[in-house]
Structure formats: structure tokens, C-alpha cells
């Protein structure tokens, strides 16, 4: 008799500083796919945090460094046992640096690569594979700077020639920077056995604004891109390659509501003049601070409108359902939103749904709606249903270790 569990498993290690998108999106929307991810970080444990950074290029030569979200770790390091992973997952930013210089990170690492199951390490992840020796014989790409590194511990550098470059090597799994998400996550679904079907031909459509909340937008623009679908964004008054500035919104000690800073600059990939919404199949509506002018521009409203009396898929977070109000698109609807959103649901004829928790979603129909980017892999995953997107994965009966038992 053969035994499968529930789901494959990814193992992730994490560290203070890692890059943020690097990070997030992967856990996200691997749990999304119907994955168990589990975060760990050396001296930590369940439900402690390690903080996040955003690195980006601006005016200057290198990169800006500036803080990101923190991400909420949901397993202890001392307590897990790497063999019994499907996949391994090393984000980078600056974490690696010291994670690779401690001898417990090294040595899990090892282990884990002893079963020969699939790794994906991105931009810096890839100094702890270096550190246990674990990139001698193999291809691969990083970040630019650690091409000697990568050179002296044996490897065959591919020359990373964008931010999204990529490389895969039997059951290695390589990428540039977080820019290259989309296909290092799939590249990495790959090597782990998984099956997408459904998303050939989909057109996805992101309407975006100044200071959209940056989880609610990258994280499914990118976990859907992983999935094959083709994905736009957009904002009123912008063409495609301007970039629209994310910010980032957390609860700070000891204030009774959250507040702001700036996060990435997010770039279109269409232009908002002249759009035709039969042209897709579904919207999404990230949340922030972009909303409430959104909200107003009759032009945003004649484009969702398109959308809900064509009866399409709509997905909505946070504060997008905002927008879905002023088009009257909630009425008869449930919908669940950030808590601050409930007076413009209730008051636009929706019917609310309390999000007892920052991760609550709900489906109504062709409509979903989240709370906030906790829900992330939530609000994915419904959206993948609605969508009629489905992810499967094939079990190697032959390889030790790859969670099955044999009676």
C-alpha cells in the first residue's frame, strides 16, 4: 500500500534583511498552490519576526537599502528536520551573509542536500549553498555581485544579465533577484512535481495607483504570472513602463491604527488611456492608500463596470473595495474588506462579511474579496478557483525521502 500526505512541503530560511519580494511572494503563493511552507530563522522561534528590506535602484550606482514589512516566522529552526522537506528555499538580500557564516544554517543546509530533492536559492541565498559546499559541479545565476564567490566554490556562473534572469540545473533552481519571481517560482513548482492547468490564454488585469499597498500588488501579480497566466498593470494618467510608488502599511507600537512609508516603485506594463476590458479575463483591485483617488476618477469606474456587467471574475483587497463601491458593484454582494472599509460596503448595499482576522477572504459568486495582505495566499487561491486554475503534483516513488511510505 503506498501512503501520499496531504501536501509536498518547502523548507525556507530566513533572516533578518532578507529582500522582502523574495521572501514574501514565494511563501505566499507556494502556500497559494496548496504548498506547506515553513519560515524558519536561526535563534528564533514560532511567531517571532525577522525583518525585511527593499532594495532598489534609484539616482546612484548600487542600490538604496530601506525597511520593509516584518514577516512572521511559522516554524522554530532547532525543531525541524530538513530530510523531511519536498523542497528547499534560500531567499536572498542581506541575510545570507551571516546565515552563511552559521555553522547550524550550513549544516541543515547539507542535510537537506544530501536527498537530492529540488533547491531554489535567489539573488544572495545562494552564499549558504556556497558555505556547505554544495555548488561545486553545479550551474547557476545570483546577484552579479557574488559571481566569484559562486566561481570559487566550483560552480559555472551564468552571467546575470537582467534583474530577471534565471537558471536551472537539474534540481537546482537559480534566479537574479525577485524581479525573476515569476519563473523562478515556476521553474521551482517544476522540480517539485507540480501541474498548473487552466491559466493558458488567461488575462489578468491589475489597476494600480500611487501608494497601492505593495503585498496586496506583487505577491498575485507575480504568483499568477508563476502560474502561466499573462498579467497587465495599470494606472489613470500613466503609460506602460512608468512606475507607480507602493507603500507599506503596518501597526506600530502602541497606535491604535496603522501608518505608511514608501516601498518599491512598481512598473506598468500597459498603458490605462484606450484599454478594452473585454480583452480580459479578470480584474484585480490592490488596496492602500490608491483607492481613495481611484475611487473618484470616472474613468477607473467605466473600466470596473466592464468588468462586474460582464459578469468576470473580480478580485479585491484591503482597501480596493473601496472602488467596487462607487462603481455600485457591492450590492447584494458579501464582501469582506479591511475593517476601515466596512462603513462604504455596508452603505453601497454589500453585505458584510467581518474579517475576525487580517487573513479573512470570501467568495461570493465571481467576486473576492480579502482583508489585508496577510490573506494573500488566501485571496490567490480563491481567485485560482474562480478562475478555473488548478495545481497538482506528482509523487517520485523512486527517490528517498519524498514523503512517501511503502507497505
Avoid at 524558519?40 to 546612484?60: E, L, W
Amino acid at each position: 500500500m503506498v501512503f501520499f500526505p496531504a501536501q509536498k512541503s518547502v523548507l525556507m530560511i530566513c533572516g533578518d534583511h532578507m529582500e522582502k519580494f523574495e521572501a514574501k511572494v514565494a511563501f505566499q503563493a507556494l502556500e497559494a498552490f496548496g504548498l506547506k511552507v515553513d519560515a524558519v530563522c536561526p535563534g528564533k522561534k514560532a511567531g517571532d519576526y525577522v525583518h525585511t528590506s527593499i532594495f532598489q535602484p534609484f539616482v546612484y550606482r548600487s542600490f538604496s537599502e530601506t525597511a520593509g514589512h516584518k514577516f512572521t516566522l511559522n516554524a522554530t529552526f532547532d525543531e525541524v528536520e530538513p530530510t523531511e522537506y519536498n523542497g528547499l528555499l534560500t531567499p536572498g538580500g542581506r541575510a545570507p551573509e551571516y546565515l552563511a557564516g552559521i555553522e547550524s544554517v550550513v549544516e541543515l543546509a547539507k542535510k537537506y542536500a544530501q536527498t537530492g530533492k529540488p533547491i531554489a536559492s535567489i539573488c544572495h541565498g545562494s552564499l549558504i549553498l556556497a558555505a556547505g559546499d554544495l555548488l561545486r559541479g553545479r550551474t547557476l545565476t545570483a546577484y552579479p555581485s557574488l559571481k566569484a564567490v559562486v566561481i570559487a566554490a566550483g560552480a559555472q556562473w551564468v552571467p546575470a544579465d537582467s534583474p530577471g534572469g534565471y537558471a536551472v540545473d537539474g534540481n537546482l533552481v537559480s534566479g537574479v533577484s525577485y524581479v525573476a519571481n515569476p519563473k523562478f517560482i515556476s521553474l521551482f513548482l517544476e522540480t517539485l512535481g507540480c501541474k498548473v492547468s487552466g491559466a493558458d490564454n488567461k488575462r489578468i488585469l491589475f489597476l494600480c495607483g500611487d501608494f497601492t499597498e505593495g503585498l496586496e500588488l506583487m505577491v498575485p501579480f507575480q504568483a499568477l504570472q508563476a502560474l502561466g497566466c499573462h498579467v497587465d498593470a495599470v494606472c489613470p494618467d500613466k503609460k506602460a513602463g512608468e512606475t507607480c510608488p507602493t507603500v507599506i502599511h503596518e501597526f506600530l507600537p502602541g497606535d491604535q491604527t496603522y501608518s505608511g512609508k514608501t516601498g518599491y516603485n512598481f512598473p506598468l506594463t500597459e498603458t490605462f488611456g484606450g484599454l478594452d476590458s473585454s480583452s480580459y479575463d479578470a480584474l484585480v483591485l490592490p488596496g492602500g492608500q490608491a483607492p481613495e483617488y481611484l475611487s473618484v476618477n470616472e474613468d477607473v469606474l467605466t473600466l470596473v463596470k466592464g468588468f462586474t456587467d460582464a459578469g468576470k471574475p473580480v478580485g479585491s483587497m484591503g482597501h480596493g473595495q473601496m472602488i467596487l463601491s462607487f462603481a455600485d458593484a457591492l450590492k447584494g454582494k458579501k464582501c469582506t474588506a479591511h475593517p476601515s472599509v466596512k462603513l462604504n460596503v455596508v452603505m453601497a448595499g454589500g453585505i458584510w462579511i467581518e474579517p475576525n482576522s487580517l487573513d479573512t477572504c470570501f467568495t461570493d459568486g465571481n467576486l473576492v474579496t480579502g482583508a489585508t495582505w496577510r490573506g494573500n495566499a488566501q485571496f490567490i487561491s480563491q481567485l485560482m478557483s474562480v478562475l478555473g486554475i488548478q495545481v497538482s503534483f506528482t509523487w517520485d516513488l523512486d527517490k528517498t525521502g519524498d514523503g512517501v511510505i511503502l507497505l
